[in-house]
């Protein structure tokens, strides 16, 4: 099993410019969330998913979006990229809230 | 806001000593987790306490729960070098679908 994997590891982007981080997962995982981690801060929930086609907002929700259109993927658009923006996003998934995560390694986004 | 917060922030040790991390949160939890960061990786599920359990043990890793103070504590035992990483807790908050970390300790085990 790959476990959760996200693409791509490192991305630098423009400010205004758009893009997609991707996570999917082989273990047939329900819950799937997003975080993003800068220095100070921990891990702050950007949105979650408890089942294909459900999602919702976390604690950081705004300039993303997310969909959940199959059980193993759980794409994360940045509508507009800005400088604010830039950090790590981890994906992680388990079989529901209340059991261990699974983490991918995260992608490492700068907005210039 | 953060659920959970961990203390200390930082933590430096000589190998072999113990490690205690102190993690307390604000409501009413079904049960608290424990993970591992080390520098530049995801995060690594450690333990899980439910809230009806006291006290878990997992290798060198010792947990305790106290609902009544709503704090838990991780302990390392015979640190080594290889345990230097960020240990943070998260706690899903009863009548939520949410997960939420805190800000970690970084431990430092030095050789």
């Known amino acids: 099993n790959a476990g959760v994997t996200q693409t791509p590891k490192f991305q630098v982007l423009k400010t205004g410019q758009s893009m997609t981080l991707q996570c999917a997962q082989d273990?047939?995982?329900?819950?799937m969330s997003w975080y993003r981690q800068d220095p100070g801060m921990g891990l702050r929930l950007i949105h979650y998913?408890?089942?294909?086609?459900?999602?919702d907002q976390g604690e950081v929700p705004n300039g993303y979006n997310v969909s959940r259109s199959t059980t193993e993927d759980f794409p994360l658009r940045l509508l507009s990229a800005a400088p604010s923006q830039t950090s790590v996003y981890f994906c992680?998934?388990?079989?529901?809230?209340?059991?261990?995560?699974?983490f991918g390694d995260g992608t490492r986004l700068s907005i210039l | 806001s953060q659920q959970g917060e961990e203390d200390p922030q930082a933590l430096s040790i000589q190998e072999g000593e113990n490690a205690t991390m102190n993690c307390s949160y604000k409501?009413?939890?079904?049960?608290l987790q424990w993970y591992r960061q080390n520098s530049g990786r995801g995060l690594v599920h450690l333990i899980l306490?439910?809230?009806?359990?006291r006290e878990k043990h997992s290798g060198r890793l010792r947990v305790t729960l106290d609902t009544s103070k709503k704090s838990s504590s991780l302990l390392i035992t015979a640190s080594r070098a290889a345990d230097t990483a960020s240990y943070f807790c998260a706690t899903p908050p009863t009548g939520y679908s949410t997960l939420t970390f805190g800000k970690g300790t970084m431990l430092l085990v030095s050789p």
């Open positions: 409501t009413s939890i079904n049960n």
């Open positions: 306490i439910r809230s009806n359990e």
């Open positions: 273990m047939n995982h329900e819950y």
């Open positions: 992680a998934s388990s079989y529901s809230r209340d059991q261990p995560q699974h």
């Open positions: 998913s408890v089942g294909a086609g459900i999602t």
